[in-house]
């Protein structure tokens, strides 16, 4: 599946951002979708991710109860809603799709084999 990522951009902390991660080429059927990000020098850190199927949603620690993550079934979308940002959620943000789960979401990036490209998101005073 083809993936198309948007709507990164700078803001102040405790600004709120939505990311969108289109399937363009098919749908999210059967795939887990997942957000990671990353900073220079750091490896890909998992952020949240939903499996298509049974709607069920994963999060990190760091970012429970500010991030939201949902789909919309009619446009073959995941948003990532991000709330009360932080200086430390600075990072190039992708989606990802990973077709070899049932219900659940890993939180690996080695398991995903389709990403979009990244976008960023700068929080800083």
């Not at 949240?48 to 919309?72: C, E, H, P, Q």
Request: overall charge positive.
């Amino acid at each position: 599946v083809q993936l198309q990522a948007s709507g990164g951009g700078s803001v102040r902390p405790g600004d709120s951002l939505r990311l969108s991660c289109v399937a363009s080429s098919s749908s999210f059927r059967g795939h887990s979708v997942a957000w990671f990000r990353q900073v220079p020098g750091k490896e890909r850190e998992f952020v949240a991710g939903l499996n298509w199927n049974s709607a069920r949603t994963y999060y990190a620690d760091s970012v429970k109860g500010r991030f939201a993550i949902s789909k919309d079934s009619a446009k073959s979308t995941v948003n990532l809603q991000m709330n009360s940002l932080k200086v430390e959620d600075t990072a190039v943000y992708f989606c990802a799709a990973d077709p070899n789960v049932i219900v659940s979401t890993r939180t690996w990036a080695t398991a995903y084999d389709s990403w979009g490209q990244g976008t960023q998101v700068t929080v800083s005073s």
